[in-house]
């Protein structure tokens, strides 16, 4: 320590730290320092600073519980709207079933219908035909009758009795 | 210079080079200190944050004692 | 003395810690505006442009200074908690005093032609102090005589225990010791191996790529040392609570 006083501006001889002529300026300087930064801090600063994360935490809690509301509303919303397509699925359904089931039916009754004037024509056709076939062999009778009559006539003359020929006629087309 | 002047001084600057090796002690135990910690949480991931602090302790007072040794290196250089 | 010696490269590592009047060039008495004063004030009005001016938004998204405000806060508010307990919340304002002192001081010591006020143990030794005397006296004002029992470790064997007592009593009185020293030495000695790294690099002049890159090398160490430290003398500061707070083992 003995080439402080001397030299100590120009060039540190000695470690500046053990010059103990400055120690009463750097403490006073130092705890003059301290104390203002102290108060900075818990004057202004660190109210501030906690308010604020104090605050931030709140609205962070405030969000959050937000969010959980809108989510809540979401599921119940989707649950609404699930809902209203199940049931509009199963209008539908029973809409289409009923709408089948009247179509069936009409067609049930169109096709008993149908069959009915089927069924009316052709006994009507198959009694006509057995009306035209009926009259039909009236008329091969007469006409077998008519035509036996000549041949006996002409085969043999006098013989003629229509009576007995229609008999005999009547039994062959029988027989 | 004077021959007796430049003899304590010879002596001085020896031994703050012999203090200097207090250093290299203090080295070694930092890095023993870190070195552990970090084989503790390479087995242990999860506990390793919360011994950050612990670790940095065990540092702090292996190594003021490296940091005495510099100490005496610089008082026998600068305070004769 | 030693700094004149053999060297012929003219490098003086410690004028840069060398304490000076600001107006003038007289004898320092406590009340000079010094260099000490001058970047103490820096620290202060560094610390107000954080903590104050970076949070004068109040935003709910904070902007970048108010995030790192927040993120200071947060941090050593953590750490007292974690370390001293619930009831060592109530100190937390003075670490956080202590923590952005020196955290800022050891910052604007790394620019360029600054002065680290952190460097001087007149500076660390008064706040080692301040802190154990403000612990002692927080421990005997909460327990009484029963603050003693911190250096009788019932832990251990009965024999042992004078022993213990008496390596925890000089291990107690150490604590001012290291906790300022750490950081004097820690500060100081990155400072004077950047300013010898600068005059080798000022010696060798164009072409000094290697002492350049050592003194980049060596500055990034100094930034992290920075915080590191400023952490460390907060979490020492801490532990000490704690045993006043907590002195049963």
């Known amino acids: 320590m003995a080439t402080e006083a001397q030299g100590a501006v120009e060039h540190a001889d000695g470690m500046p730290q053990l010059d103990f002529s400055t120690y009463p300026n750097q403490i006073f300087w130092l705890v003059v320092t301290l104390v203002v930064i102290y108060l900075v801090l818990t004057k202004i600063a660190l109210p501030r600073i906690a308010s604020v994360l104090a605050e931030r935490q709140g609205t962070i809690a405030n969000d959050l519980a937000a969010a959980e509301d809108l989510k809540q509303q979401a599921v119940e919303a989707e649950e609404a709207y699930n809902k209203a397509l199940a049931d509009a699925k199963a209008e539908a359904g029973r809409i289409v079933a009923g709408a089948r089931a009247d179509i069936q039916k009409d067609l049930d009754d169109a096709t008993a219908k149908a069959d009915a004037e089927i069924a009316a024509k052709s006994a009507e056709s198959e009694k006509r035909i057995s009306e035209i076939r009926a009259s039909a062999l009236e008329s091969i009778e007469a006409v077998a009758n008519d035509t036996a009559v000549e041949v006996v006539k002409a085969i043999m003359p006098g013989a003629e009795d229509g009576k007995a020929v229609k008999t005999a006629v009547t039994a062959r087309m029988k027989g | ?80 | 003395m030693a700094t004149e010696g053999g060297s012929g490269f003219n490098i003086h590592p410690m004028d840069q810690f060398v304490v000076k009047p600001l107006f003038g060039d007289g004898p320092i008495a406590w009340y000079t505006p010094t260099n000490v004063t001058l970047w103490l004030a820096i620290a202060i009005l560094a610390v107000i442009a954080l903590l104050v001016l970076g949070t004068r938004g109040r935003a709910i998204v904070p902007s970048r200074t108010q995030s790192i405000a927040e993120l200071a806060y947060g941090f050593v508010y953590q750490m007292v908690e974690d370390v001293a307990g619930k009831d060592g919340v109530k100190y937390f304002p003075y670490i956080m005093t202590l923590f952005m002192f020196i955290v800022f001081a050891n910052f604007l010591g790394l620019l360029p032609m600054s002065f680290t006020t952190t460097s001087h143990l007149a500076v660390t030794g008064t706040m080692a102090i301040a802190v154990f005397v403000s612990v002692t006296v927080i421990g005997f004002v909460k327990h009484g005589v029963s603050f003693l029992s911190l250096f009788w470790i019932t832990a251990a064997p009965l024999a042992l225990r004078p022993i213990l007592a008496l390596i925890e009593v000089i291990s107690y009185f150490v604590r001012p010791v290291s906790h300022s020293i750490r950081l004097m030495g820690n500060m100081m000695a990155g400072h004077a191996v950047m300013k010898v790294f600068a005059g080798f690099a000022g010696a060798l002049g164009i072409g000094a790529v290697a002492p350049i890159v050592a003194i980049s090398a060596v500055y990034a160490l100094e930034i992290l040392v920075s915080f590191i430290q400023a952490y460390v003398f907060a979490i020492l500061t801490c532990v000490y609570l704690k045993d006043a707070l907590h002195p049963h083992h």
């Open chain 2, 1 to 80: 210079m004077a021959v007796e002047g430049d003899l304590v001084q010879m002596g001085a600057l020896v031994g703050a080079g012999l203090a200097c090796t207090g250093m290299g002690g203090a080295a070694v135990g930092v890095g023993h200190v870190v070195g552990n910690y970090i084989a503790g949480a390479l087995r242990n991931p999860s506990a390793a944050a919360s011994q950050t602090a612990t670790m940095f302790i065990g540092i702090a007072f292996s190594e003021a004692l490296g940091i005495f040794s510099f100490l005496v290196a610089l008082l026998l250089m600068y305070a004769q």
